[in-house]
């Protein structure tokens, strides 16, 4: 699986962005990372590419959708409310592996994921 991440931009605090990963070849689910320079790459949301499940970081929930276009074969991360905080390369990863099905669809661990692009970057201005 090979994954293309784009729209990153620079944008100013409360604006919007929307995140593509243009995915070739098949994966269970795919999510979004992303990582401040001098952090750990942290989880930002999933989906389950069958059902449509999703899954958010507490910090992005409720201003972040992601979701996935069958038709097209990407997934999207639109974020609204942006903040500062929120400044961060943003990393696309895909798991050809079955999650869990004895647990909610919750894949947030890098450990989840065995595929990854190559980040987009994402800078919100105060």
């Known amino acids: 699986v090979q994954l293309q991440a784009s729209g990153g931009g620079v944008v100013r605090t409360g604006g919007s962005l929307r995140l593509t990963c243009a995915a070739s070849?098949?994966?269970?689910?795919f999510g979004w990372f992303r990582q401040a320079p001098g952090k750990e790459r942290e989880f930002v949301a999933s989906?389950?590419?069958?059902?449509?499940?999703?899954y958010y970081a507490d910090s992005v929930k409720g201003r972040f959708t992601i979701m996935g276009d069958k038709y097209n074969n990407a997934v999207y991360l639109q974020m609204d409310s942006l903040d500062p905080e929120d400044t961060a390369r943003y990393y696309c990863?895909?798991?050809?592996?079955?999650?869990?099905?004895?647990?909610?669809?919750?894949?947030?661990?890098?450990?989840?994921?065995?595929?990854w692009g190559q980040g987009t970057q994402v800078t919100v201005s105060s």
């Open positions: 989906v389950n590419w069958n059902s449509g499940a999703s």
């Open positions: 070849g098949r994966a269970f689910y």
């Open positions: 990863a895909a798991s050809t592996w079955k999650f869990s099905s004895s647990a909610p669809f919750s894949p947030s661990s890098m450990h989840d994921y065995n595929y």
